[in-house]
């Protein structure tokens, strides 16, 4: 077998077998992309509507925009072929801290939400 067709019979394996993974990859990331600026969108013109604090409804429309952009993150790296089971486990852990430390102060906040 000569290198020439050994350069060949790899090329043709990467082609077929990674190419494809990584053209999909790219493909679901554009869309992805899209999917989530729609949703701003929509979001956006919905927030607007109902008459929501301007704090209040940035922070909404950014908590909308990073969980969209988390699940095309993982949507993309499991198109990759990678393992996603980890990267959400250590995403869960990351949030349950985070939720754990702001628990007080998330509780005044909802008491004076209440009151008014």
Avoid: C, P
Avoid at 42 to 53: F, G, N
Wanted: hydrophobic share 60%; aromatic share 6%; proline share 0%.
């Amino acid at each position: 077998m000569s290198l020439w067709e050994s350069i060949k019979s790899i090329l043709y394996d990467f082609v077929h077998n990674t190419g494809l993974s990584i053209a999909r990859a790219i493909a679901f990331l554009v869309l992805g992309i899209v999917v989530v600026r729609i949703v701003q969108v929509i979001a956006r013109s919905s927030i607007m509507k109902s008459k929501l604090d301007k704090s209040a409804s940035t922070f909404v429309l950014s908590l909308v925009t990073i969980i969209l952009y988390i699940v095309v993150a993982a949507i993309v790296i499991r198109t990759l072929g990678f393992s996603t089971a980890g990267i959400i486990a250590a995403f869960s852990a990351v949030a349950l801290a985070i939720a754990l430390a702001l628990k007080d102060s998330l509780g005044s906040l909802a008491n004076g939400v209440i009151i008014i």
